[in-house]
């Protein structure tokens, strides 16, 4: 079955507490990004990548590092994570299209608590 | 800059009553546009897009959406809802010019709840 799965689907943690968050993709797809959402604002972007090493910043990086050292992989770093960014995190995939067809594929979510 | 604005926050509705869930997005060039639909305690999921050819679009689930290009809208449809339509929808736009990343933005969101 093709999906984008993400570990762990909820977690509680405190103030500083390093955590990653795990994506992983089975369609072989290029693109990745990393979404969180918030009520009222919708989601928005905290980091893409392209392909394999090849990562930039979305709309709203800061606190947050990610790396991709496999098609497939694409995690998601706290390295020192604060209240503000208690949050439900959404991770997508799509194919690079020749004309941008978009459509996204998305993760289950990992609701994230930071005390 | 794109931008999306979804004009109403939650929208309630009888079961088996018509729903209009309204879009609006503000670009100077032509978009690509997306309804995403997220049901409980689920990731998103695409009901339908426009990329070009007939301003009428048809999703999965009897929904339809309608581009206007004057008016910048691309509001979704559906003429009878029913209690499993209960959730989050989702608007967003992209640029079809970009040929590296192209990025895509998203409303947020417009709650629909369907009453029995």
């Known amino acids: 079955e093709a999906q984008v799965t993400q570990n762990p689907r909820y977690l509680i943690t405190v103030t500083g507490k390093k955590l990653t968050v795990t994506c992983s993709q089975n369609m072989n797809h290029e693109y990745m990004s990393w979404y969180r959402q918030d009520p009222g604002l919708g989601l928005r972007q905290i980091y893409y990548s392209m392909n394999v090493e090849v990562t930039d910043k979305g709309d709203v990086p800061e606190g947050y590092k990610v790396s991709r050292k496999e098609k497939r992989n694409f995690p998601l770093i706290l390295e020192s994570p604060s209240p503000n960014q208690t949050s439900l995190y959404f991770c997508?995939?799509?194919?690079?299209?020749?004309?941008?067809?978009?459509?996204?594929?998305f993760g289950p979510g990992t609701r994230l608590t930071v005390l | 800059a794109q931008s999306v604005t979804q004009l109403d926050s939650q929208v309630p509705v009888f079961e088996e009553a018509p729903v209009e869930l309204r879009c609006n997005y503000s670009?100077?060039?032509?978009?690509?546009l997306f309804w995403y639909v997220q049901y409980p305690n689920q990731g998103l999921q695409l009901l339908l897009k426009y990329l070009s050819g007939s301003t009428l679009v048809k999703g999965i689930n009897g929904f339809e959406a309608e581009f206007n290009k004057s008016q910048t809208s691309f509001h979704l449809r559906k003429p009878s809802v029913h209690i499993s339509d209960t959730a989050e929808y989702f608007c967003a736009v992209s640029d079809p010019r970009k040929t590296s990343y192209d990025k895509v933005i998203f409303g947020p969101g417009t709650s629909l709840s369907v009453i029995p």
């Open positions: 670009s100077s060039v032509s978009v690509y």
């Open positions: 997508a995939s799509r194919p690079r299209a020749a004309g941008g067809n978009n459509e996204q594929f």
